[in-house]
């Protein structure tokens, strides 16, 4: 069954950039695995962010970007904001069936 | 506005099975994907299978093969999650989310905690 990686934790400074990447244990992962990106926050259920590895929805802030970027998806935060401080999830696509990463626990400070 | 409901918390005895549902509101039912993900406390999201709201086709996850089925009642706009066989280590808030074109996650319930407990 694949296993999907993500950095479990970044800290980064308000107004700096970080980058979350999401790895698979099959190879490298293209478009075709639809990356998905969700932040969830304490007690909330998680929020889309980004699909099909760079598309924003609506509400989506304008310093998120999703990409691919060495074999792996990735979510990049421009510009962090104190309310960014959250956990992370990715989801890919993977052989018909849907498997979510770890999660990255980013901490602003 | 789209929007997911989902029903109340529940508490169960090891063994029992429950059912969740996800009422949808503000767009067409039939015309997206429903998928149910659990999240164990202080645990990742695991993503358990979807239906095809428009022709009732399902998939689900290996680790909850037999154990899980996913229906909806087209009439009234809603998904439903059955699990069963019980155990604590079912204990989690099960999510509904909504897929309304491959690739794309949008929407998701407020979650159902759910309770296995002696």
């Known amino acids: 069954q694949t296993v999907v990686t993500q950095e479990p934790s970044l800290t980064v400074s308000p107004g700096g950039t970080v980058t979350l990447t999401c790895a698979s244990s099959?190879?490298?992962?293209?478009?075709?695995?639809?990356p998905n990106w969700f932040q969830q926050k304490p007690g909330q259920a998680p929020r889309a962010l980004i699909y099909?590895?760079?598309n924003k929805h609506s509400w989506t802030p304008a310093r998120f970007s999703g990409s691919l970027l060495g074999g792996k998806a990735a979510l990049t935060l421009s510009g962090v904001q104190p309310e960014d401080e959250a956990e992370f999830y990715c989801?890919?696509?993977?052989?018909?069936?849907?498997?979510f990463g770890g999660g990255t626990k980013l901490t602003v400070l | 506005q789209v929007q997911l409901v989902q029903s109340g918390a529940e508490v169960k005895k090891p063994g029992a099975s429950v059912r969740v549902s996800c009422k949808a509101s503000?767009?067409?039912?039939?015309?997206?994907?429903i998928h149910w993900v659990r999240q164990a406390p202080g645990q990742r999201l695991e993503w358990m299978g979807w239906?095809?709201?428009?022709?009732?086709?399902?998939r689900y996850s290996q680790n909850f093969q037999g154990r899980v089925t996913i229906a909806t009642d087209t009439s009234a706009s809603t998904a439903f999650m059955e699990l069963s066989s019980l155990t604590s280590e079912d204990t989690a808030v099960y999510y509904c989310?909504?897929?309304?074109?491959?690739?794309?996650?949008?929407?998701w319930g407020q979650g159902t905690m759910v309770t296995v407990s002696s």
């Open positions: 989310a909504r897929q309304p074109a491959l690739g794309v996650f949008d929407m």
């Open positions: 503000g767009y067409s039912f039939t015309t997206c994907t």
């Open positions: 239906i095809s709201a428009g022709d009732g086709n399902t």
């Open positions: 099959t190879g490298a992962v293209t478009s075709d695995y639809y």
């Open positions: 099909s590895t760079s």
């Open positions: 989801l890919l696509f993977c052989g018909g069936a849907w498997v």
